[in-house]
């Protein structure tokens, strides 16, 4: 295994770990907060509408929904419409600030309560994209989160031939990355964390180091997308403590929240790369075959995958009511 080089090559300035680990991930910020991704530079960010309701509770957004609630006024729009339309502009508006801080894409997320409804998840796709065009930025800058339910697949399947590109969200099993690799998404977020939570609590003991499940089941799907040469990215999401990021080292990208990437930026211990196509190519795995059936029951087998992926989808959807009831409190 390759260990990062812990100095810079040019200059021999020892390199902290988030710097090490830049050499070989795509680090992406997991948080809505400009401040944190001007510190730490990440290449993208990703939010979703608990990160977005969160910062609107700051101070210094204010005057950022107060800018797009004012704008919005004007739509014509009453009730329940004016308030989408309102909380759509917003995660927009936050989207497109955020694209002038890190040098590649953001994530900007669906409407969790969609997440069983194919059309509805397109529709709504399709407007957010409109809105960031419509602001000048390119679609190839954004990427779309959706639900890793089965009509979340089905409508990522259908928006990625629109040329919009999908981040596959709320990912816990292997089964959801296959169905993500045949609709050839642009980029799925296995969540480390919350399957670490699920273990822990039902097993009643901690995890640490490659024995992590949520290291185990990341670290399982990269080696699939590689051995089977599927282009689509692997990038692990929801970490606990920076051990389970550095057991990733290597994954196509890592989206890390600004504590964490504090946390990276204060160590100087040389890091190994753990993951990697070499290591993922010479491993026995066997390809899965899937229709709707077999998707179904694999998930529904999986205690974790099938619970983790229903709680995370109630927990989005009550943080976009939050968003929603906010911006009602403001018009």
Known sequence: M???????KKTGAKLNQLEQLKKFTKVVADTAD???????????ATTNPSLVYAATQKPEYAHLVEEVIADRKKSGLKGQEQIEDICDHLLVQF?????????????????ARLSY?????????????????????PRERVLIKIASTWEGLKAAEQLQREGIRC?????????????????????????????????????????????DPGVQSVAEIYTYY???????EVMG??????????????????????ELMEELSKSM???????????????????????????RWMLNDNAMAYEKTGEGIRKFAADVVKLEKFVASKI
């Not at 796709?125 to 419509?134: G, N, P």
């Not at 050839?184 to 296995?190: A, F, H, N, Y």
């Not at 590689?226 to 689509?232: E, G, H, N, Q, W």
């Open 2 to 8: 390759s260990t990062a080089i812990a100095e810079d």
């Open 34 to 44: 400009f401040e944190s991704m001007k510190e730490f530079k990440p290449q993208d």
């Open 95 to 111: 989207g497109t600030d955020i694209l002038e801080i890190v040098p590649g894409r953001v994530s900007t997320e669906t409407d």
């Open 117 to 137: 409804d194919v059309e509805g998840s397109i529709n709504k796709a399709r407007r957010l994209i409109k809105l960031y065009e419509d602001r000048k930025i």
């Open 167 to 211: 981040n596959l969200t709320l990912m816990f099993s292997l089964p959801q990355a296959v169905r993500a690799a045949e609709a050839k998404v642009q980029l799925i977020s296995p969540f480390v964390g919350r399957i670490y939570d699920w273990y822990k609590k039902e097993m009643k003991r901690d995890y640490t180091g490659a024995e």
């Open 226 to 232: 590689k051995k089977f040469d599927i282009p689509t």
């Open 237 to 258: 999401a929801s970490f606990r403590n920076v051990g389970q990021i550095l057991e990733l080292a290597g994954c196509d990208c890592l989206t890390i929240s600004p």
């Open 269 to 295: 211990e040389p890091i190994e790369r753990k993951l990697t196509p070499e290591k993922a190519k010479a491993a026995k795995v066997d390809r899965l075959q899937l229709d709707e059936k077999t998707f």
